[in-house]
C-alpha cells in the first residue's frame, strides 16, 4: 500500500466521504513525512510545500497555521473522525469477544494493536511524538477512550478477577499495566528501535507472560 492509498483509507475509515482535493492529500502527505521524520517544531511550512509540489501561500489558504495543519493530521482525521470509528471497529473485534482467560484476551489485544499500528504507522509516528506536547489531541484520545474503550476493559477485568486469574490490585490498575506493557513494545518496535531484528511474534508471546505472570493471582505456595 503506498503513502497516498492508506491516507485515503485512513481518511475514509469513518465511512463518510471526505472532501479533500488533491492538493490537500498532497499536502498532508507530505506534512506526515516530514513531522515524522523531523517532528513538528523542527518543520517549516515552506519545507513541506516544497516537499508537496505547492505554493506556501496553499497551504495557508487550506489551513491558517502550522499547527493547524498538524492537527488536521492528528485531531480530524486520526481522532475526531476515524478514532471513533476505529475504537468502535477496535471494540467489536477484541472487547465483544468471549474469552476463556484474560491471557487469552491481551493476546488479541496485543495483535489488534500491532496490526493497526503497522499498517498507519507514518499518522501514528506523529501522534505519537506530538501527544506530549498538545494537549489538544491529549484530550482527544482520553475522550475516545472514556467513551469507547473503558468500561468494557473493566468489565473484562473484573470478570478474570471474579474467576481468580488476576490478583485482587485496583481495576484500573491492571488496565494501566496492561495499557502501558502493550504501548511499550509497540514504541520500541515501530519507534525507538524500528531497525531491529524483530522476532515479532516470539516478542509478542513474551510480553503476553510477562503482563500474565505480573497480574496472576498468587497462591500462598507461589509466594
Do not use: C
Not at 48 to 55: D, L, S, T
Not at 76 to 99: C, G, I, M, N, R
Not at 129 to 153: C, G, N, P, S
Request: cysteine-free; glycine content about 2%; hydrophobic content about 45%.
Amino acid at each position: 500500500m503506498n503513502e497516498q492509498q492508506w491516507l485515503k483509507e485512513l481518511l475514509k475509515l469513518n465511512e463518510e466521504d471526505v472532501k479533500l482535493s488533491e492538493k490537500q492529500i498532497k499536502i498532508l502527505e507530505a506534512a506526515i513525512e516530514m513531522f515524522a521524520e523531523k517532528g513538528y517544531a523542527a518543520t517549516s511550512t515552506s519545507e513541506i510545500a516544497k516537499k508537496a509540489g505547492v505554493a506556501e501561500g496553499t497551504i495557508f489558504r487550506h489551513y491558517k497555521t502550522k499547527k493547524d495543519l498538524l492537527l488536521a493530521i492528528v485531531t480530524p482525521t486520526l481522532f475526531q473522525s476515524v478514532a471513533p470509528f476505529l475504537a468502535k471497529e477496535f471494540v467489536k473485534e477484541v472487547f465483544d469477544s468471549q474469552y476463556q482467560s484474560y491471557e487469552e484476551f491481551i493476546r488479541v489485544l496485543l495483535k489488534n494493536r500491532y496490526e493497526f499500528v503497522k499498517k498507519y504507522l507514518p499518522a501514528i509516528r506523529v501522534f505519537w511524538q506530538e501527544i506530549a506536547f498538545h494537549e489538544e489531541i491529549k484530550e482527544q484520545l482520553q475522550r475516545v477512550f472514556t467513551v469507547h474503550v473503558y468500561q468494557k476493559f473493566k468489565k473484562i477485568v473484573e470478570y478474570f478477577q471474579t474467576k481468580g486469574e488476576i490478583a485482587a490490585i485496583p481495576v484500573d490498575s491492571v488496565i494501566r499495566m496492561t495499557i502501558t506493557t502493550i504501548a511499550g513494545f509497540l514504541v520500541t518496535r515501530f519507534i525507538v528501535l524500528p531497525d531491529y531484528e524483530w522476532d515479532d511474534e516470539a516478542e509478542m508471546e513474551r510480553t503476553v507472560q510477562f503482563l500474565m505472570n505480573g497480574l496472576a493471582k498468587k497462591t500462598p505456595n507461589s509466594q
